[in-house]
């Protein structure tokens, strides 16, 4: 397995940080035969190894990695990011492994890339590329289909692989790539990737949360809304407003006297929106959201904007990505129409 990589093109790179990735540069010097391209620069030819064992599940299942263990693999999602990675391999290495969720192959490969950069330990970077949701650097690389792996060092883009490959060749191809990184003067140093629980809050933020830890719900609803006015797309600051709302409903309610209310009267909107409300605080998600989709099919048309309004409140408390929130929010689509 080589690679190709001209040192003397070294000033692509600033090319290729605002998003001039060419695909003539990925696609050329023949890499269409087994995904590889032919030839590699005699002084690389011993380059060091990684060892092949890291990537055992590249081309085969393999098991999940101890979740504790520090990766660098990182997701690329949106064109600034991946500007952002391309820019990053002025640093050193950056590995773009292209995939795509119905692609068995392509995850497997995605899995052993993961795993040989992990064993760089800093060295190098992976970026993880979902090409169903960023097609646009399918595109920059010349890429037609996944799994496919493109090797950026300096801005200069060249194909390591396209289709399953094993890992032992895999594995020799990333030393090669380590190789051509320590010629260019590139020596990686990349910070490991922090897990979310890991990551300081900022500091609106933080203040919420200890007004929250000590009851003070005026205190955090007043954090998390100055975090908004100043970066109205602050999404966790929302949706930790809208939680502090949600306690705030809830404070004063009693669920015995508000179940009573629903149940005398199934009509009685405001009693209806206060037991939702503490089936959600309780935990009990899914009749939170049934309830409120049975009272939006039974109010008249004069109401049904307030119901869907309480329950896109709702949603948003939950997660958008919640299992029973795609579910619920389905039900509301069909009973919109």
């Not at 990737?193 to 009851?215: I, M, N």
Request: aromatic letters at 6%; proline letters at 7%; glycine letters at 8%.
């Amino acid at each position: 397995m080589s690679i190709i990589f001209d040192p003397a093109d070294r000033g692509a790179s600033q090319n290729a940080a605002q998003g001039n990735v060419a695909q003539g540069d990925a696609a050329q010097n023949g890499a269409a035969q087994n995904g590889v391209a032919q030839e590699i620069p005699a002084s690389v030819r011993n380059a060091m190894e990684l060892n092949p064992n890291a990537a055992q599940s590249a081309g085969a299942q393999g098991g999940e990695q101890t979740p504790s263990a520090p990766t660098w693999r990182y997701e690329v999602n949106t064109p600034e990011e991946f500007q952002k990675f391309v820019q990053l391999s002025s640093q050193g290495a950056v590995i773009f492994a292209l995939y795509a969720p119905h692609s068995p192959s392509s995850l497997q490969m995605l899995e052993g890339v993961q795993k040989l950069v992990d064993s760089a330990a800093g060295t190098m970077i992976c970026a993880a590329v979902d090409v169903t949701k960023l097609p646009e650097a399918a595109q920059a690389f010349g890429v037609s289909g996944v799994p496919a792996g493109v090797a950026v060092l300096a801005g200069r883009p060249a194909p390591i692989y396209t289709g399953p490959v094993s890992a032992e060749d895999l594995g020799d191809v990333l030393s090669q790539v380590l190789q051509l990184a320590a010629q260019y003067q590139l020596p990686g140093g990349f910070d490991p990737v922090v897990p979310d629980d890991e990551k300081p809050l900022p500091p609106l933020h933080a203040e919420a949360v200890a007004a929250l830890d000590r009851g003070d719900l005026e205190g955090a609803r007043a954090a998390y809304r100055k975090a908004i006015s100043e970066n109205p797309g602050d999404k966790e600051a929302k949706l930790g407003l809208e939680q502090v709302e949600l306690l705030a409903r809830v404070k004063d309610l009693d669920l015995a006297t508000e179940r009573a209310a629903a149940a005398a009267d199934p009509m009685n909107i405001d009693a209806a929106f206060n037991v939702a409300d503490l089936d959600l605080v309780g935990g009990h998600v899914e009749d939170a959201y049934n309830r409120l989709l049975r009272l939006f099919s039974a109010v008249g048309p004069d109401d049904k904007a307030r119901v869907r309004e309480r329950l896109v409140q709702l949603f948003d408390v939950v997660g958008a990505s919640d299992p029973r929130t795609v579910k619920a929010r389905a039900a509301l689509t069909m009973a919109l129409f």
